[in-house]
């Protein structure tokens, strides 16, 4: 172990990156819980993968206004099909959002098949890059947040409906991928949802916070000393904390005469 590697230069930009995400992940990931569709966020976060893929493959400038409006878009009209499904077909909807999912994958693969660094921007896009996060991917991803979380607790989004939700949807994960990888978005906003299933209101949010919070940094530390990849760990110590809270907010069983 070397503790010497915890540099506080870098690992605070990605700690305050993570506790972004999780300001709208945390309430998103409660409504895809009770909507049961889990793996919409694996859907809707490949589809805006592929749209950075895809303005790369045009050789647009990497982290430009271009490619985030890529990014937008894919997930937009993401957003838009599961809406339709929903509404059409909403027994299967669970099963077309996987078959969304691997489409959106293999067609990033077909995307890159060419690129000598494909690889390379695969690897990226599933575990992220937190560790480097800069100071304009931070205020952009705080501005979307500010106002996603704002449309949330005003209940602007609840009124638009189904594309209401699966907008906000798109844009927190769009927002959020390209910062810490497809893996990391999923274990955001499933693993405290899971954890606190069994709380209600604002102390859902609040355990659901400190779970993500704990994660993250943990992980970020783990990561530096042990020299691992940072977006791996996190999801190890997400899961780990994750069944940490369960365990001591799990409810006592009924206690029979």
Not at 7 to 34: C, E, K, R, W, Y
Not at 40 to 48: G, P, T, W
Not at 138 to 154: D, F, G, K, R, V
Not at 163 to 180: D, M, R
Request: hydrophobic content about 60%.
């Amino acid at each position: 172990m070397n503790w010497g590697a915890i540099d506080v230069g870098i690992l605070a930009p990605a700690f305050l990156a993570g506790l972004l995400v999780l300001a709208t992940h945390v309430p998103l990931g409660s409504q895809v819980l009770q909507r049961g569709i889990v793996f919409i966020d694996l859907a809707i976060a490949q589809i805006a993968g592929l749209g950075v893929i895809c303005a790369d493959a045009l050789g647009l400038p990497q982290g430009g206004a271009a490619v985030q409006l890529s990014a937008v878009g894919a997930a937009l009209l993401g957003a838009l099909l599961l809406t339709w499904m929903e509404r059409r077909m909403p027994r299967e909807q669970e099963a077309l959002i996987g078959v969304m999912f691997i489409l959106a994958a293999c067609a990033g693969i077909l995307v890159l098949a060419g690129n000598p660094h494909g690889g390379e921007h695969l690897k990226d896009l599933l575990v992220g890059q937190i560790l480097w996060v800069d100071t304009s991917q931070l205020l952009w991803l705080a501005l979307l947040t500010a106002l996603l979380s704002l449309a949330l607790w005003l209940g602007w989004v609840a009124r638009l409906g189904r594309y209401g939700f699966y907008a906000a949807f798109a844009l927190a994960v769009t927002a959020s991928v390209q910062l810490v990888g497809v893996y990391l978005v999923f274990a955001s906003l499933i693993i405290p949802a899971l954890a606190t299933r069994h709380l209600a209101g604002k102390q859902r949010f609040v355990v659901g916070y400190t779970v993500g919070a704990a994660g993250y940094a943990i992980g970020l530390a783990l990561s530096a000393v042990l020299d691992l990849p940072s977006g791996a760990v996190i999801v190890w110590t997400l899961a780990a904390c994750g069944i940490a809270a369960a365990l001591l907010r799990r409810p006592q069983a009924a206690v029979t005469p």
